[in-house]
């Protein structure tokens, strides 16, 4: 991860290669902008201008507030690395949040996933420097306190991106069952594995069915938090899917392609926990993931399949492809037996959600007004676009079922993200209605081009609003 120094010297004595300025709204009126050469250069504060001369990058920040903050000093950093630049100072913008996201920005911005490249080429940059001009007036101790906190959060952000994009051959079941142990051993938490003779005396029949075509053997990940003092019980449900072909339902050449990605859920959970553990919140958590692969095969599960549930209901398959939302069922059902106070489950679970909200965008789903947009003003807070769908009755019986209790796929394929939504809800039982959440995070888990912060590739969708969240029910219960 690029390296981050706080520096007790004041911007202009501050050594380094490269120094970046930002500009705030379009002013051009401050001491650190050379006003000279701009005007040569008829740069009017927007976008980015690299001074040659005086070695001073300039980036317009305009409007100014924290989202664009975040956003270009991540394009702050894309920028210089494809210059020879090893090294570039930043002076200090605005409060604690301003700090916060230009972190966040510079941090998340530098993520790149070549791992698979025999030849890569690494960048010059390896470190900026923080001027912070008035040190004894601001003490160190808070930008150090939010610059620790951005760190973990951003390397957390980041290891999820890192599995998500890792290959499905690799990141099989086994290969997120032992990342969720190592997570475990390396921040004392526990950690129960389940394999395939667990699920079956769990009755997780459902989750089995969608396994059953894979030559890769399932796993139920399940992590826990336990710090000493805490004020509720969070159960973390993700969408484990390391790769998702459809099934027999399967998916067009076209649709199959990112469908790596279809672990962001699980992925995002494990990450949550794993940066709120080293932040050592207080708050009991809990990350649960049903890890498989949806495939095709003699041993198939099948449209026209009837299959039972752990919560005790059976369900008509229609659609193979519509295999996340079996999968959650049973792991819903097995959090539920955990007595959470807050409930949420992660998963890239409908091509209808990024229809609806467009690519950048989480949809929030659930029974409870309150608590949704609790989530979503949270979510908005950390950087992470989310928007509320609403359930309702009409669309509850475009998933009823002739022959079982319920159909997994609506009759209808209008509001798809919601029905997908409503089938979950049946799962969860009355006294959990209204603790339980549904993010679907099929739009932003896994963009194919840069935006925001993000790289070509999985974002981590969910990670940052998560912990937001958890670190809000620490503070407020
Ligand atoms: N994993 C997909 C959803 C998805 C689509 C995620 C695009 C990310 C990007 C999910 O399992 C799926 O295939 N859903 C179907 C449901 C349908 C059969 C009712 C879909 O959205 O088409
Ligand atoms: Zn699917
Ligand atoms: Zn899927």
């Known amino acids: 991860m690029l390296k981050i ?45 690299l ?33 020879p630049f090893k090294n570039a100072k930043i002076g200090i913008y605005g409060d604690g949040e301003m700090n916060k996201a230009m972190f966040l920005g510079l941090l998340l911005g530098d993520y790149e996933f070549y791992q698979y490249k025999t030849k890569p080429n690494p960048a010059a940059l390896n470190e900026i ?10 003490p160190i101790a808070p930008l150090g306190k939010i610059l620790d906190m951005v760190e973990v959060i951003a390397s957390g ?33 526990e950690c129960k594995i389940g394999d395939e003779k667990f699920l079956k005396k769990e ?54 392609v990112t469908m790596k990605a279809d672990k962001s859920g699980g992925c995002a959970v494990l990450a949550i926990i794993d940066i709120c553990a080293k932040i050592g919140v207080e708050a009991e958590i ?56 807050y409930l949420i489950d992660f998963a890239t679970l409908t091509g209808a959600c990024v229809l609806g909200l467009g690519e950048y965008t989480s949809g929030i789903m659930g029974h409870n007004e309150a608590l949704k947009s609790r989530f979503e003003a949270l979510a908005l807070q950390s950087g992470e676009l989310m928007a509320r769908l609403p359930f309702n009755r009409h669309l509850a019986k475009l998933i009823e079922s002739k022959i079982a209790d319920v159909c997994n796929v609506a ?3 209008y509001g798809g993200a919601i029905t997908a939504g409503m089938f979950l809800s049946e799962f969860i039982r009355p006294q959990y209605k209204d603790k339980w959440l549904h993010i ?12 925001d912060i993000n790289a070509f590739g999985a974002s981590g969708a969910g990670v940052r609003a998560g912990v937001e969240f958890v670190l809000d029910v620490a503070k407020r219960g």
């Open 157 to 189: 952000v980041n290891l999820a991106r890192d599995t998500i994009n890792t290959p499905p051959e690799y990141a099989t079941p086994v290969f997120l069952a032992d990342l969720a142990q190592k997570i475990a051993t390396n921040n004392h938490l």
């Open 286 to 341: 809990h990350a649960i993931i049903g890890a498989t692969e949806n495939m095709i095969g003699g041993n198939a599960y099948k449209p026209d399949d009837v299959l039972f549930a752990r919560e005790g209901k059976s369900i008509e398959v229609r659609n193979t492809d519509a295999e996340g939302r079996l999968v959650l069922a049973d792991c819903l059902s097995y959090a539920q037996d955990l007595e959470p106070d």
């Open 5 to 49: 120094s706080l520096k007790k010297t004041d911007f202009a004595q501050t050594k380094a290669e490269l120094s970046i300025v930002f500009v705030i709204d379009k002013n051009l009126k401050h001491p650190w902008i050379e006003l000279k050469t701009l005007k040569e250069f008829d740069y009017k504060g927007e976008g980015l201008f």
């Open 129 to 138: 420097f923080i001027a912070h001009e008035s040190f004894d007036k601001a």
């Open 411 to 413: 009759s209808s394929r």
């Open 440 to 451: 679907d995070i099929a739009g932003p888990a896994y963009v194919e081009k840069e935006w």
């Open 203 to 256: 009755k997780m029949l459902a989750f089995l069915a969608v396994n059953r075509a894979s030559s890769h053997p399932p796993r139920l990940i399940h992590l826990s938090y336990k710090p000493q003092k805490s004020k509720a019980k969070i159960v973390l449900v993700g969408k484990g899917l390391t790769y998702d072909s459809g099934g027999l339902s399967l998916k067009p050449a076209d649709y199959m």
């Open 51 to 83: 001074d040659q001369q005086n070695k001073t990058l300039y980036a317009g920040i305009s409007p100014y507030n924290a989202d664009m903050m975040r956003e270009v000093s991540a394009q702050v950093v894309r920028y210089i690395k494809k210059t």
